[in-house]
């Protein structure tokens, strides 16, 4: 894949990502897992977790992942730049235009309509990968554990990665034996 091709790709993923890395994740598998088939389905969920235990943004660091995958340290660079650029531009054009609109209520209506197309966009996500992960009694029970354990426990998500990754080492480990 060209370099234009991967930052024309992450700069469509990044013009239509609104609110957050996780409201991408529909987008990241239409474009990357089956549009253009650079990375399988698997590879974007380990992507996605280890994004969201580096330092940064969760879209950013999985754009980087991605385009190191396919063009090493230049795709990185470019798919980095392509998945920022709009939001960059967008962030000082809103930034300039909201404070004189937020007196608008009409304002106030469109951003809760957008929460809320976020939270399913979310919801979707989750869901389908819910559906790939969660295979056996022994991942359900590992899911419900992180999932009380970020929820209602308040620990942070990156020792939840890491404590599951060891869960995954060790229950490797014992399936061997």
């Known amino acids: 894949m060209s370099l234009w091709k991967l930052y024309v790709m992450f700069l469509k993923i990044g013009s239509l990502m609104i609110g957050g890395g996780y409201s991408m994740l529909p987008l990241l598998i239409r474009e990357l897992v089956?549009?253009?088939?650079?990375?399988?389905?698997?590879?974007?969920?380990?992507?996605?977790?280890?994004?969201?235990?580096?330092?940064?943004?969760?879209?950013i660091n999985t754009a980087t992942f991605v385009g190191y995958k396919v063009r090493r340290v230049p795709g990185a660079i470019i798919a980095t730049l392509g998945v920022i650029t709009v939001p960059m531009i967008l962030i000082v054009l809103i930034a300039a235009a909201l404070k004189p609109l937020m007196q608008y209520e009409i304002v106030g209506h469109i951003f809760a309509g957008i929460r809320l197309a976020v939270c399913a966009l979310i919801t979707a996500s989750v869901y389908k990968l819910f559906k790939k992960s969660v295979v056996n009694a022994t991942t359900f029970?590992?899911?419900?554990?992180?999932?009380l354990f970020v929820a209602v426990g308040g620990v942070?998500?990156?020792?939840?990665?890491?404590?599951?990754?060891?869960?995954?080492?060790?229950?490797?480990?014992?399936?061997k034996c």
């Open 156 to 175: 942070s998500p990156v020792f939840v990665v890491l404590g599951a990754a060891i869960v995954g080492i060790l229950w490797g480990g014992l399936k």
């Open 141 to 147: 029970a590992l899911f419900i554990l992180a999932f």
């Open 34 to 59: 089956e549009r253009h088939k650079i990375i399988t389905e698997d590879e974007l969920t380990d992507y996605m977790a280890v994004a969201q235990c580096t330092p940064g943004v969760i879209a």
